[in-house]
Structures are given as structure tokens and as C-alpha cells.
């Protein structure tokens, strides 16, 4: 299973208006793009979002790519990131790409970048770090 960060969308303190709605910026629609390549080693039978409109654009050239639509999930979004493992559990066994928000607690120190991937084993325990596209 993939768990992927969201990619760049600018400063939110700088977005006049709903969060959920805010996009990716110039670089970030770069780095989403950059995931077709990053993980084209990654068999994927699913992509799984946060509805936000972030992480939605992330995984859209991925989807496009791989012929497979985008599965919303209210439990990835942004303001629950405790339901993170609990979506996971849930998807436990399937080639699935995962996209969500922020620094999640149950990732301990490991860093979780914009637009990065954890790879993670079947115990959904993470076991490769995959830097975002520049």
C-alpha cells in the first residue's frame, strides 16, 4: 500500500476561503504529476483521497495514468487524521495508493513531505521513504 502526502498548495494562511477547496500550486501540480513516474514500479488497484480538492489533484495524473478513478474518503480529510489508520486497516491487503493530509502522529519522527510517499508493508508498518518529485 502507497500512503501519499498532498502535494504543494501554497500558503493557507495566504487562501482567502475554504480549505477544502483550496489547489495545488504551480509546483505542486508538478510534483503531482511526478507520481506517474515515482511510482510506476507500484501495481495500484485503487486510489483512495481525502476529498479536499489538494489531495484530489495529487492523485489525478496517477489515476489518469493507471485508468482508474478516485475513490473519496471523508475520513482522510484534514481534520481527521486520526481515522487515517483506521481507513488503512480497512484497506489492508490491496494495492491501493492512499492520499491524505499533513505530519500524522502514528508515523513518529519520520518525515512526511508534500507531495512524498510511504510505502508501507502488509502490517501497514512503513518501510520506504519516496522523496517528492521535484
Same mark, same amino acid.
Given at each position: ?5 498532498? +502535494? ?31 511510482? +510506476?514500479?507500484? &501495481?495500484? &488497484? @485503487?486510489?483512495?483521497?481525502? /476529498? ?37 486497516? @480497512? ?36 518501510? &520506504?521513504?519516496?522523496? /517528492?518529485?521535484?
Amino acid at each position: 500500500m502507497l500512503l501519499v502526502r498532498h +502535494a504543494l498548495a501554497g500558503d493557507p494562511d495566504a487562501w482567502d476561503g475554504d480549505d477544502r477547496v483550496r489547489p495545488l500550486d504551480k509546483t505542486g501540480r508538478r510534483q503531482a504529476s511526478g507520481l506517474v513516474d515515482l511510482l +510506476a514500479d507500484f &501495481e495500484l &488497484e @485503487r486510489i483512495v483521497s481525502s /476529498p479536499y480538492l489538494r489531495c484530489v489533484q495529487t492523485v489525478e495524473p496517477l489515476a489518469q495514468a493507471r485508468a482508474l478513478q478516485i475513490e473519496h474518503d471523508d475520513a482522510l480529510g484534514a481534520d481527521r487524521l486520526d481515522s487515517v489508520p483506521l481507513v488503512l486497516d @480497512r484497506l489492508r491487503g490491496q494495492k491501493a495508493a492512499v492520499c491524505t493530509h499533513g505530519d500524522l502522529p502514528w508515523l513518529g519522527d519520520r518525515q512526511f513531505k508534500k507531495g512524498s510517499v510511504w510505502v508501507l508493508d502488509e502490517t501497514l508498518r512503513p518501510i &520506504e521513504y519516496l522523496s /517528492p518529485p521535484a
